[in-house]
T-cell receptor, first 109, second 113 residues
Framework: KNEVEQSPQNLTAQEGEFITINCSYS?????LHWLQQHPGGGIVSLFM???GKKKHGRLIATINIQEKHSSLHITASHPRDSAVYIC???????????FGTGTSLTVIP | DVKVTQSSRYLVKRTGEKVFLECVQD?????MFWYRQDPGLGLRLIYF???????EKGDIPEGYSVSREKKERFSLILESASTNQTSMYLC????????????FGEGSWLTVV
């Protein structure tokens, strides 16, 4: 049983397209992270959310705590956005994060 | 900026060898984690530590051990490497005073031949 489900697993988009990646989780959480991993690289946190919505440049992340669902949106996508995006949740109890299996995004020029 | 440094980016080891993967963080974080990442399986927790000399098994501890003798350093040990341990290994840390933010190292690609 996976506590965090992401969709889609793979996504190919044309440059400039609006992109949405979804994350659903099954546990009560303290926080949710959207993480980005470039090929061969480490992982960086793009957003940490516990409610509402956050925006950073062309990236927007939203969370609905009641529905246990979060989305990551990329506006005006660019080839440099090509990466794996991972949803991670920190449950209310414990120190462990639960991770989705990631969404591999390719943006074609 | 928080820095999590993993000692080796790429390693090739022979079956049966003992392998040490080192991780150091510079932000006085209490919690440190070792994950392995495999295609289609995402990040899986091997071990974590919430304080010096403390360790807890994660989801896939078999074949691994860890050491946390100092707060800043968390080592992952493969006592006898096997080919099914070929993977990307990621270290992460999180501090009570840094809220719920988690910081990752650059990853170590281990190939066991």
């Amino acid at each position: 049983k996976n506590e965090v489900e992401q969709s889609p697993q793979n996504l190919t988009a044309q440059e400039g397209e609006f992109i949405t990646i979804n994350c659903s989780y099954s546990v009560g959480i303290s926080a949710l992270h959207w993480l980005q991993q470039h090929p061969g690289g480490g992982i960086v946190s793009l957003f940490m959310l516990s409610s509402g919505k956050k925006k950073h440049g062309r990236l927007i992340a939203t969370i609905n705590i009641q529905e246990k669902h979060s989305s990551l949106h990329i506006t005006a996508s660019h080839p440099r956005d090509s990466a794996v995006y991972i949803c991670a949740v920190l449950p209310n109890t414990g120190n462990q994060f639960y991770f989705g299996t990631g969404t591999s995004l390719t943006v074609i020029p | 900026d928080v820095k999590v440094t993993q000692s080796s980016r790429y390693l090739v080891k022979r079956t049966g060898e003992k392998v040490f993967l080192e991780c150091v963080q510079d932000m006085d974080h209490e919690n440190m984690f070792w994950y392995r990442q495999d295609p289609g399986l995402g990040l899986r927790l091997i071990y974590f530590s919430y304080d010096v000399k403390m360790k807890e098994k994660g989801d896939i501890p078999e074949g691994y051990s860890v050491s946390r003798e100092k707060k800043e350093r968390f080592s992952l040990i493969l006592e006898s490497a096997s080919t099914n341990q070929t993977s990307m290994y990621l270290c992460a840390s999180r501090g009570q005073h840094s809220g719920n933010t988690i910081y990752f190292g650059e990853g170590s690609w281990l190939t066991v031949v």
